[in-house]
């Protein structure tokens, strides 16, 4: 079965120190695969996304992700953490032959310690 | 403005009404999605469209549900008889097509009494 998984669902940190949120994906086709970020009361915001091609992908406000298929993993990774970072991130999985259709995870809450 | 919007923003209705949600997507993109996001859940896909055709609605809870895109732009997701179990935030989502990225409206917040 197609499935997203996030397995931390709270997560704090300091602010200026490193981040990285993992997500494991079981998918039978090749993915596509995204980040988005989710505001108290507000819709999700795309950070980046992985269609193909290089596997280091950046994307706004300073994040990247790496995507190893050997590992079915795309975490995101922040090298110095703000506190407007501080949100709720979800990671998602598609493919070409879905229609578009994203299977999200349950979500990390992130909160940044001054 | 530019990006999806959604009305209304929020929706309190007794159990048993039918509610009527919209969405107006960005200009131009064929592609148009809803998702449900119950509390502290990441967004379930509920059903898509390309143009004003309905391709996938595989994500439909039960046939309360029905969703409608009648010429390729305003959708409308709507539901018959609401039971409490309906209370989420529901979220529609465009893109140009259906492999390129999906921009999110704020959501409707429906609370069922």
């Known amino acids: 079965a197609q499935s997203v998984t996030q397995p931390d669902i709270h997560i704090t940190v300091s602010e200026g120190a490193s981040l990285e949120l993992r997500c494991n994906y079981s998918?039978?086709?090749?993915?596509?695969l995204f980040w988005y970020v989710q505001s108290p009361g507000q819709g999700l915001q795309l950070l980046l996304k992985?269609?193909?091609?290089?596997?280091l992908v950046q994307g706004i406000k300073g994040f990247e992700a790496e995507f190893k298929r050997s590992q079915s993993s795309f975490n995101l990774r922040k090298p110095s953490v703000h506190w407007s970072d501080a949100a709720e991130y979800f990671c998602?999985?598609?493919?070409?032959?879905?229609?578009?259709?994203?299977?999200f995870g349950q979500g990390t809450e992130l909160s940044v310690k001054p | 403005g530019a990006g999806v919007s959604q009305s209304p923003r929020y929706k309190v209705a007794k159990r048993g009404q039918d509610v009527a949600l919209r969405c107006d997507p960005i200009?131009?993109?064929?592609?148009l999605f809803w998702y449900q996001q119950a509390l502290g859940q990441g967004p379930e896909f509920l059903t898509y469209?390309?143009?004003?055709?309905?391709?996938?609605k595989s994500g439909l809870p039960s046939d309360r549900f029905f969703a409608e895109r009648p010429e390729g732009s305003v959708s409308t997701l709507k539901i018959q008889r609401t039971q409490q179990e309906d209370s989420a935030v529901y979220l529609c989502a465009s893109s140009f097509d259906s492999n390129q990225p999906q921009h999110f409206g704020d959501g409707t917040r429906l609370s069922i009494l």
């Open positions: 992985y269609f193909s091609g290089d596997t």
């Open positions: 998602a999985v598609g493919a070409h032959n879905q229609g578009g259709k994203l299977i």
């Open positions: 998918y039978g086709a090749t993915p596509y």
């Open positions: 200009s131009g993109h064929v592609s």
């Open positions: 469209f390309q143009n004003e055709a309905q391709l996938d």
